[in-house]
């Protein structure tokens, strides 16, 4: 798969590790949520036949974390954003 | 021997000869020949048996979709299997086998199978090997696997190297046809980079194999004169002998190129064959046909082959395959061939057409409304049975039968990403449909165009629109001349009539009957069918026999063939060597070293070795005294304790944290808290994954008030570092935070034991002492005379214990200076065993229990998890599952007799326990011999350990068969209250 | 700086490595000094102020700039890896810090990695044989990180038959080995 990283341009995806639903952004506050956020947080996934939002980095390029949208039938890419602006974006800070 | 069956013309360098081999038997021919050309000019038909069945067959074709002559070529480590010897070039010198024959090819013992055919039939290995089951593994299997199968590898190690690359274009032109040679050209005159990839030695596709023109003179030189003009362009690419294997996703495709096949020894220092990942802003698949015969009773006689192929011997390799030949078509092109041979003397006696109309050639027996209904010829084809089509039957003596049943475009590349070809019945072909891997184009035979005329447009308009949709312009140039027949075929499958045996798979010899036995047993979808018959599987993939098959199915059932549909197309498209896919991994160089500091002072000690991931690291460094290894670790050991040693510790990962949100980043990283630790002290982190686990452990510094060092275990400084990169990126984008990895830039080397310190006063320049430097102090000193340097005072080994680190280029210098300047203290270096040994008697996690299942309380640091604080895996940390007081507890082993062996894995039993697993109490983690102790000792997690200590247990190892009494202590074995490492 | 201490290039030896393998040269480059400068949150204005006063090149994204006393390439988002010749910057770090203050974090990186300077008349058949790099693609001055045999490389393209190489400087000799098979291979 080619990856069109929002910097860089056209990367092949064997340069990026995936990790997985970008849901993995949403992380509850420790201090504020409790056991079921968490367990929710860490292992409820949806698993779409379709458009899916998820998380590549890319460890053999400039170490950016990507929200790559990608449909899992035709793996056919249809948006890539950095990371940090998806999570600045969802109002996270600090 | 004479070259019996060659006759004028074709594309051979007949001023040459080139002599080789099959089965011993020496024959020669000439550059441009196949190994099935040039024997075939020698008049050999007979090339291998049959998979099933040991039936002699030669060439059904002259191409990659062969299924009958498969031989090894070569001999020693260079011996290759299943070569199709129709694409195999032929090189003086080479060396071929025939296969799956014994003791020879003419005469096999095992074609007995053949007169037992009644029980061969599909499934009966199914039905037969299914009991009892004892029997399958000893007996079946090995009896299966002898008398079945294909060529044989050589167990020897293959001497030639394999490559691998990567190419990128803006168009990928797969096949070098006059659609392919069009296309180039097109986009070649744009400036566009265009690679040109063909599996042939020759381009030209069937070009090469016809006699009708091109621009008015012969298709070859039509095409080699467009091969001269595409190889001036420098945005051309032109890959003769590569193979297109498969296209995967993005424009991506894989292509193997044989660069040295065609030689007896690739030249010192090529590669034979480079795999090659090809980027491509659009491809065109102008990969042709491939001709399909029809299934008549004893169809696979050597001498019975495609009518396609038997005029490309003719009119490319100058071969007439027999002296008799007659031609049995249900279309037009067929007639080509007996037109073609005709004109080339040879004597076509009949034309077998089971259409009623169509046209009639001059000067030939055109039998219409006949078929093939026999052949006889037991290792070569003597005659055929046709049945005319008033009924009356008539032998015709011939030896040679060219076959036509209509041609099948090469829709494989286009179906990779699993689109279904569609039928096309006025061609009774599939055709690519329209659901293909986006940016690839399909023109030619391939896209069911048929024509000359046709793939030469075709090819231009597909370049043309390629290049449009990329934003390019190109001109359209002039068509050359060229035949626009149509295709007139009536569709023919299979000839009915008696009980015998039509092949419709060659390669797996599967007959129609054994389609009709699937189609009995209710194994009618396509998928089935393929596994039970072992249609259209092995190396030639059915490339011939699938469609036939198919239609077979679809007359059984009452089913139109496009309803009946195909399997699924897979890469690659023709076999691939186990060695291109390695490329260079392999044997050593599977993958790069890392090489500590260090390594040079150990190679010369003659120290042991051990891979940790990449790293070499130094195991134990024996001296020449020393026969066994744990003479050597414990001497090490020993001597570390008693005075002073030294290990290389540079593997484990360093990551440089700056900024002025760092402690703060690494509050919430680690389970414990960082931003209290004062500037020039380190402290010792527990790093969690967000479900609860330990995820990895090691000591970190404050160099600064914004400057932190963290280390990690060697195994994961890849993805420690890629965690915190998404906890700076995903979780917290604001903190002011920056990484990056230094674990290559400081050669580190832990120094301990009583006189450590005493060492390293000699070395570093500024005051060490306790109060100067006390325990988990950390900064920046010099070493040697201003030299910079990281000094920590942390300890693995339990002991007095520092680790300094100066850029990695000094490293070596820096032992041997320790070496040197501590010679008083008579220093050792020690390796990763004793390190281990050192660190279990100490009672400190590593690999063994850092294992990805532990939580911090198992390890007996859950007091270590901060809750005052949110940190990665606090909350699931706290879980009930995780928080069991009865759970796993890290505690220390002793076997009872110090002579017992303790085995790491063993499980922890009650005494009188019986060995099941309800019993379990839990597991050694990690075992070695403690010269302090003078036993064996071991770390393990043990259900409710906490509470064990000082009871007596048994370790039990049903697979070893070892079952030692225990006692269960601390894990520290040594020195618990830390006064060894604080003094 | 240190004569006590004798340095040891990253292929074990005491002075550089010149292999000639056809028409590749291949010259270990041991005379650079490397620093990382990364921009500290919200300063990157300030940063390209005082690079700018100290001679630090800053280049955009995928790109080389080369410079006296230093050079520069982009690596990540806001973060470059800077060079100068090791006779005159050994201390890199220190000097960086200097020049930017608090305006970046500055990482010393010098022996992290080996330099191999990379001469022929074409490199485009060396390269195609070990990474992805669409090598006759990028223009001159074009730098990425790319995997080279199993190693995390940055690749500089000086010109069509000059690169400069950033390899782990553990596995130097890896990374020469495959170089000398490719070349062996390629030409």
Known sequence: MIIHHPILGPRDAQEFVYLGDATLIDRPDGMNAGTEAFHDYAYNRDNPAGEHRELWYHEQGDRSWLVVTRNTVTHEITKVELARDVARAKGRSK | ?983 | ?187
Request: with cysteine; net charge neutral; proline share 5%.
């Open chain 2, 1 to 983: 021997m004479n070259q019996s069956h060659r006759i004028p013309g074709g594309q051979i360098d007949r001023t040459k000869v080139l002599r080789f081999t099959l089965d011993g038997v020496p024959y020669w021919g000439h550059p441009g020949d196949t190994l099935a050309s040039a024997l075939l000019a020698n008049g050999v038909r007979l090339m291998g048996r049959s998979f099933k069945y040991h039936r002699p067959r030669g060439p059904l074709s002259a191409g990659s979709e062969e299924p009958n002559a498969l031989v090894e070529l070569r001999s020693g480590g260079r011996q290759e299997p299943n070569t199709r010897a129709t694409v195999a070039e032929l090189l003086d010198g080479l060396e071929a086998k025939s296969q799956n024959r014994w003791p020879s090819l003419r005469f096999d013992a095992l074609a007995i199978n053949d007169r037992l055919n009644a029980f061969f039939a599909a499934g009966f290995y199914y039905k037969t090997f299914m009991w009892p089951k004892s029997f399958w593994e000893k007996l079946y299997e090995p009896i299966i696997r002898r008398a079945a199968g294909l060529g044989s590898v050589s167990r020897q190690e293959d001497p030639d190297g394999y490559d691998k690359g990567f190419l990128h274009c803006d168009l990928l032109v797969i096949g070098a046809g006059p659609a392919g040679l069009m296309a180039a050209l097109t986009a070649g005159r744009a400036g566009a980079r265009v690679i040109v990839a063909d599996e042939d030695f020759a381009f030209g596709g069937r070009l090469n194999a016809e006699s009708f023109a091109v621009a008015g003179g012969a298709g070859a030189d039509w095409s080699a004169g467009v091969v001269a003009e595409l190889a001036t362009l420098p945005n051309v690419r032109l890959m003769a002998r590569t193979t297109v294997l498969g296209a995967f996703d993005h424009g991506i495709y894989s292509a193997v190129e044989r660069v040295s096949d065609h030689v007896a020894v690739p030249a010192v220092g090529k590669p034979r064959q480079v795999l090659w990942r090809i980027y491509s802003g659009r491809a065109i698949l102008a990969g042709g046909a491939t001709e399909r015969p029809i299934a008549f009773e004893n169809n696979d006689r050597p001498g019975i082959m495609l009518a396609g192929a038997l005029r490309a011997y003719a009119n490319r390799w100058g071969v007439a395959v027999g002296e008799r030949v007659a031609v049995f078509v249900n279309n037009d092109d067929g007639l080509r061939t007996a037109s073609d041979l005709q004109a080339k003397g040879v004597d076509v006696v009949a034309v077998i057409d089971s259409r009623e109309g169509g046209e009639l050639l001059p000067g030939i027996r055109h039998l219409r409304g006949a078929e093939v209904i026999d052949t006889s010829g037991r290792l070569g084809l003597k005659a055929i049975t046709v049945r005319q089509s008033d009924g009356r039957t008539e032998e015709i003596r011939v030896d040679a039968l060219g076959v036509s049943g209509g041609w099948n475009p090469n829709v494989n590349i286009h179906s990779h990403h699993r689109s279904r070809p569609v039928w096309d019945n006025t061609i009774s072909a599939f055709v690519p449909g329209a659901d293909g891997p986006p940016g690839l184009l399909v023109a030619g035979a391939a896209a069911g165009v048929m024509s000359t005329h046709g793939a030469l447009r075709t090819g231009r308009d597909a370049a043309l629109a390629a290049l449009e949709s990329l934003g390019r312009k190109a001109a359209a140039i002039d068509l050359p001349e060229a035949e626009d027949a149509p295709v007139r075929i009536t569709p023919l499958w299979h000839v009915a009539h008696g009980k015998g045996r039509a092949w419709i798979d060659q390669q797996n010899d599967v007959t129609v009957k054994d389609i009709k036995l699937a189609q009995q047993e209710n194994f009618t979808s396509v998928e089935h069918l393929k596994r039970y018959t072992t249609l259209g599987m092995a190396t030639d993939q059915g490339k011939t026999g699938n469609v036939i098959g198919l239609a077979v199915m679809a007359e059984l059932t009452g089913r139109t063939i496009p309803e009946t549909g195909t399997t699924i197309y897979r890469p690659p498209y023709t076999p691939v060597a186990m060695g291109a896919l390695a490329g260079r991994s392999r044997g050593r160089e599977f993958k790069p070293y890392r090489l500590t500091p260090s390594h040079h002072w150990a190679a010369e000690q003659g120290a042991v070795f051990v891979e940790v991931g990449n790293w070499l690291r130094t195991q134990w460094v024996p001296r020449a005294d020393e026969t066994e290894w744990r003479q050597s670790v414990d001497r090490e050991v020993l001597a570390t304790r008693r005075s002073v040693g030294i290990c290389d510790v540079t593997t484990l990962g360093k990551i440089d944290i700056q900024g002025t949100d760092a402690g703060a980043f690494l509050d919430r990283v680690y389970a414990n808290t960082f931003s209290t630790l004062p500037v020039g002290k380190c402290r010792y982190g527990l790093m969690l994954r967000e479900d609860g686990i330990v995820f990895d452990d090691g000591t970190t510094a404050r160099m600064g008030e914004h400057e932190y060092v963290m280390t990690t275990t060697t195994a994961n400084a890849v993805t420690v570092f890629r965690h915190l990169e998404f906890c700076r990126q995903c979780l917290w984008p604001d903190l002011d935070v920056q990484l990056i990895s230094t674990t290559e830039a400081w050669a580190q080397f832990s120094v301990a034991g009583p006189n450590a310190r005493r060492l390293l006063a000699k070395i570093v320049d500024q005051d060490i002492s306790d109060a100067a430097f006390p325990y988990m102090g950390a900064g920046n000193v010099t070493v040697c005379g201003g030299l910079r340097a990281r000094l920590f005072r942390i300890s693995f080994s339990g002991e007095l214990a520092f680790e300094i680190a100066v850029p990695t280029r000094y490293g070596d210098a820096l032992l041997r200076e320790m070496l040197a300047r501590g010679a008083e203290f008579d220093p050792v270096v020690y390796g990763t065993e004793a390190l281990g040994v050192m660190r279990i008697e100490k009672g400190h996690v590593a690999g063994g229990e850092l294992n990805g299942q532990s939580t911090a309380l198992n390890m007996g640091l859950g007091k270590m998890v901060s809750r005052k604080k949110d940190s990665i895996g606090m909350v699931l940390s706290q879980r009930e599952g995780l928080t069991d007081p009865d759970g796993y507890r890290l505690v220390g082993v002793k076997p009872v007799d110090p002579l017992g062996k303790l085995t790491a894995g063993s499980h922890f039993l009650e005494i009188g326990a019986a060995s099941v697993v309800a019993n379990d109490g839990g597991w050694l983690t990690s075992k070695v011999y403690s010269p302090h102790i003078g036993s064996d000792i071991a770390l393990g997690y043990l259900k409710a350990g906490d509470r064990k200590i000082g009871s007596r247990m048994r370790a039990v190892n049903l697979v070893g068969g070892t079952d030692t009494e225990i006692e269960i202590v601390s894990p520290h074995f040594f020195d618990p209250d830390g006064e060894r490492l604080r003094g």
């Open chain 3, 1 to 187: 700086m240190a004569e006590m201490l004798q340095a040891m290039t990253a292929l074990g030896a005491r002075s550089p490595a010149v292999v000639t393998i056809g028409p590749l040269t291949v010259t270990e480059r041991f005379d650079i000094a490397f620093a990382s400068v990364a921009a500290r949150r919200g300063q990157m204005a300030r940063l390209a102020k005082a690079a700018k006063a100290a001679k630090v090149p800053l280049p955009d994204p995928a790109r080389y700039q080369g410079g006296t006393p230093y050079c520069a390439f982009w690596v990540a988002p806001e973060m470059w890896l800077v060079e100068a010749a090791f006779a005159s910057h050994e201390l890199i770090a220190a000097a960086l810090k200097d020049a930017l203050g608090d305006t970046a974090s500055i990482t010393e990186q010098t022996d992290a990695w080996v330099a191999f300077d990379l001469a022929a008349p074409d490199l485009s058949p060396l390269l195609e044989r070990l990474c992805n790099v669409d090598f006759p693609g990028v223009p001159d001055g074009y730098a990425t990180r790319t995997m080279l045999e199993h190693l995390g490389c940055y690749l500089v393209r000086l010109g069509p038959g000059a690169v400069r190489l950033y390899g782990p400087r553990s596995s130097a000799k890896s990374l020469l080995h495959a170089l000398e098979v490719a070349a062996a291979s390629a030409w």
